[in-house]
């Protein structure tokens, strides 16, 4: 199958069994979820959501109007469905923070965790609080952003040694910043059932960060 590049990277809210909004992904995966049964297309009609498996849905892709994307193939062509149903997957929205270089970033607001100094990307280095060499761990509470400047002076000392402190504890966040979606730009109005906004905003457990508009 063929399409434009942007309809097949065009993204499409994945609901769990539940019912429950659990990732964004392309076109190009929700029809191969679709294709395989592993989900079915999901469409707001007449005010309710109908479901298709996959030769349903191709059959309806053959009338559907403009209001959808299309990948065309050879003899057919294929609607990009707003939404898709995982037929198997129950499981409730995954809450883990992955821990990556990303992450730390956005827990620590691209900000050095000893001298406060908002630092550009390019600039940031990630400092083991403890050094590894003393047994620090690559942990989210041993991990942070730090400066060149305070990398430099940390170099393989512990914060004390250095004559440095942390501005905070480094923990564990509590929220998933895996989606780095912007609500502004929900591609489809039908969307917005299924997405609930204080769910899809990061949230922090810290009240104090929380304060500061994270
Ligand atoms: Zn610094």
């Given at each position: 199958?063929?399409?434009?590049?942007?309809?097949?990277?065009?993204?499409?809210?994945?609901?769990?069994?539940?019912?429950?909004?659990?990732n964004?992904?392309?076109?190009?995966?929700?029809?191969?979820?679709?294709?395989?049964?592993?989900?079915?297309?999901v469409?707001?009609?007449?005010?309710?959501?109908?479901?298709?498996?996959?030769?349903?849905?191709?059959?309806?892709?053959?009338?559907?109007?403009?209001?959808?994307?299309?990948?065309?193939?050879v003899?057919?062509?294929?609607?990009?469905?707003?939404?898709?149903l995982?037929?198997?997957?129950?499981?409730?929205?995954?809450?883990?923070?992955?821990?990556?270089?990303?992450?730390?970033?956005?827990?620590?607001?691209?900000?050095?965790?000893?001298?406060?100094?908002?630092?550009?990307?390019?600039?940031l280095?990630l400092?083991?609080?403890?050094?590894?060499?003393?047994?620090?761990?690559?942990?989210?509470e041993?991990?942070?952003?730090?400066?060149?400047?305070?990398?430099?002076?940390?170099?393989?000392?512990?914060?004390?040694?250095?004559?440095?402190?942390l501005?905070?504890?480094?923990?564990?966040?509590?929220?998933?910043?895996?989606?780095?979606?912007n609500?502004?730009?929900v591609?489809?109005?039908?969307?917005?059932?299924?997405i609930d906004?204080?769910?899809?905003?990061?949230?922090?457990?810290?009240?104090?960060?929380?304060?500061?508009?994270?």
């Open positions: 199958m063929v399409g434009s590049p942007s309809a097949l990277n065009e993204n499409v809210l994945v609901l769990n069994r539940l019912w429950q909004a659990v964004i992904c392309s076109a190009r995966r929700a029809l191969c979820l679709l294709y395989q049964g592993h989900a079915h297309a469409l707001q009609a007449n005010g309710s959501f109908q479901t298709f498996q996959f030769t349903d849905w191709r059959d309806f892709s053959r009338g559907a109007d403009g209001r959808l994307r299309f990948i065309h193939g003899n057919c062509r294929i609607a990009v469905p707003p939404i898709v995982l037929v198997l997957y129950d499981k409730t929205p995954h809450k883990e923070v992955k821990l990556t270089r990303q992450n730390i970033y956005t827990r620590d607001k691209h900000t050095c965790q000893y001298c406060g100094k908002s630092v550009e990307k390019k600039d280095n400092d083991h609080v403890i050094p590894r060499h003393l047994g620090g761990k690559t942990t989210w041993n991990v942070v952003c730090s400066c060149r400047e305070c990398n430099t002076r940390k170099a393989n000392l512990t914060p004390k040694q250095a004559g440095l402190s501005i905070r504890q480094p923990k564990k966040p509590v929220w998933r910043p895996y989606l780095d979606f609500l502004e730009r591609p489809h109005d039908v969307w917005k059932h299924f906004l204080s769910y899809w905003n990061v949230q922090l457990g810290d009240e104090e960060e929380e304060e500061e508009g994270v």
